[in-house]
């Protein structure tokens, strides 16, 4: 369904958090030290946390079919290979330059898929993100749920003030959902995503931080 880009070229965990990780409710900001550990997220109908080892086998089962996996960077080809890609998240997280949500749908306990935010710049004021779920979960409303608990925590937790995305432009699933979330679809990048030896073109998307309070703000006052 969507699209992990360039962080997603990296090396690719989970358990239980731990019980002293914080719970963000969706609406509720939360003060929380993310470089030291991820905050849980909890939305309607989907949990994000930080990934564990445990994961491994999940995402592996889940991400490296090839419906998701041809429209992401090489995911890894192993359990073992998603054990050192958990390691990395955590070890980027802690100087500052990477966060990486595992999906957790509700009653179940291992991730079925992830979300990533990567500083583009020093001090994190623009950042790409990216997203990618196990197919049996595609329109099942994840995406969305999860998708404003990220945005919600880079812009009012991280700080970033320009989000960027890059999808397949052949990903008519990806592109769709970044409009629906709200992103503004910016440019073409032309044979900008390497795939099996193919160069194919890329759809840049953005999402301000003036953007995303903007629609809190009408979204509230149509509810109320």
């Not at 491994?56 to 890609?85: D, H, K, N, Q, W």
Request: with cysteine; proline share 5%; charged share 20%.
């Amino acid at each position: 369904m969507a699209t992990i880009t360039r962080a997603g070229q990296a090396t690719m965990t989970q358990t239980m958090p731990s019980p002293h990780a914080t719970t963000a409710l969706v609406g509720s900001p939360v003060e929380t030290n993310w470089r030291e550990q991820l905050p849980v997220l909890a939305g309607r109908a989907v949990t994000l946390r930080e990934l564990t080892i445990e994961d491994a086998p999940s995402l592996f089962s889940m991400l490296s079919v090839e419906e998701v996996s041809r429209f992401i960077s090489p995911p890894p080809t192993t359990i073992e290979g998603y054990e050192r890609f958990i390691r990395w998240t955590h070890a980027q997280r802690q100087a500052g330059q990477f966060v990486c949500f595992g999906v957790v749908p509700e009653g179940m306990t291992h991730a079925i898929g992830l979300f990533q935010v990567r500083a583009l710049e020093p001090g994190f004021a623009t950042a790409e993100w990216g997203f990618a779920l196990g197919s049996p979960f595609w329109g099942s409303g994840l995406f969305l749920d999860g998708a404003q608990l990220v945005l919600d925590f880079a812009f009012d937790q991280i700080g970033v003030h320009r989000l960027e995305a890059r999808s397949a432009a052949h990903n008519g699933r990806g592109n769709g959902a970044l409009r629906k979330i709200g992103a503004f679809q910016e440019g073409l990048l032309r044979r900008s995503f390497l795939k099996h030896g193919t160069y194919y073109d890329q759809v840049l998307w953005a999402i301000l931080d003036s953007d995303w309070r903007q629609r809190h703000y009408v979204s509230s006052e149509t509810v109320q």
